[in-house]
Nanobody, 117 residues
């Protein structure tokens, strides 16, 4: 599969953005999808993930403000981000654990999110 992320942009603190990750290929071959982010000079961190069964997991910094969801009919995973903070400025990446026909750790290109104070 291949992943295409979009939806980043410039937003003021307190604002909202929704990121989208479109899966090219069989979304049912994917066990888990996640959104990661990397701020300038910092490591890549998990923001949120969702399994094929719909189980979600969030970083503490995202809990209560971000929501990850997947629409299998549209082959798309979303990250709804509310109450954004300047420390959320980062490049956001979509990731997938593909299981079939063999295991692959798949990454999409990043999308820049900039939160102004």
């Amino acid at each position: 599969v291949q992943l295409q992320a979009s939806g980043g942009g410039l937003v003021q603190a307190g604002g909202s953005l929704t990121l989208s990750c479109v899966v090219s290929g069989n979304i049912f071959s994917i066990a888990r999808m996640g959104w990661y982010r990397q701020a300038p000079g910092k490591q890549l961190d998990l923001v949120a993930s969702i399994t094929r069964g719909g189980t979600t997991n969030y970083a503490d910094s995202a809990k209560g403000r971000f929501t990850i969801s997947r629409d299998n009919a549209k082959n798309t995973v979303y990250l709804q981000m509310n109450s954004l903070k300047p420390e959320g400025t980062a490049v956001y990446y979509c990731n997938a654990d593909q299981l079939r026909p063999e295991y692959r750790d798949v990454w999409g290109q990043g999308t820049q999110v900039t939160v102004s104070s």
